[in-house]
């Protein structure tokens, strides 16, 4: 079996910047799982693992436009502190969350001042070609359920709320 639309696929991957930095890995813990086909996985990646077997291992580059997109400038704002939630102080180098007519919004603190600060709200991926190392775990066809919710359940997928 490979790769295709409706399968859920569980995958071991580490993901490195241009750098070659290691910026996630999925191996201390369970498989990743997804749905093929849904875009539960961002799109270069998608691309990529279609038509691949179990077993088989990769490494696949992605450009900015099919990861995270690229940056943009509009999103550096100087906000009022009082907007502004933090986990402990408010420092450059660390986050916060916004309140957006999206709901709360993290984002990178780059500076602060008295009564403003200077945040990013760019995703910290955004701008970056991400190579991803992957290991195909397991192939297997996806439930009715599953491709009714358009997402993987089960190990490394999707957990309910028991109802
Ligand atoms: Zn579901």
Do not use: W
Not at 134 to 142: N, W
């Amino acid at each position: 079996m490979s790769v295709a639309q409706d399968q859920v696929v569980s995958f071991h991957y580490e993901l490195k910047n241009e750098s070659g930095d290691l910026l996630e890995s999925s191996r201390n813990g369970e498989p990743m799982a997804y749905l093929h086909g849904a875009g539960n996985i961002i799109p270069g990646l998608e691309k990529a693992m279609l038509g691949k077997g179990a077993g088989e291992r990769f490494s696949a580059t992605v450009a900015p436009e099919e990861a995270y997109g690229h940056r943009n400038d509009a999103l550096v704002q100087r906000l009022p502190i009082k907007y502004l939630r933090a986990p402990g102080k408010l420092k450059a180098g660390g986050v916060a969350l916004i309140q957006t007519r999206e709901g709360m919004r993290q984002v990178q603190v780059i500076k602060v001042g008295r009564f403003h600060a200077d945040v990013d709200a760019n995703h910290p991926l955004a701008g970056q070609a991400l190579t991803f190392d992957v290991e195909i775990v397991d192939i297997r066809a996806a439930s009715a359920e599953e491709i009714a919710h358009g997402h993987a359940h089960g190990p490394g997928g999707h957990h309910h709320e028991e109802e």
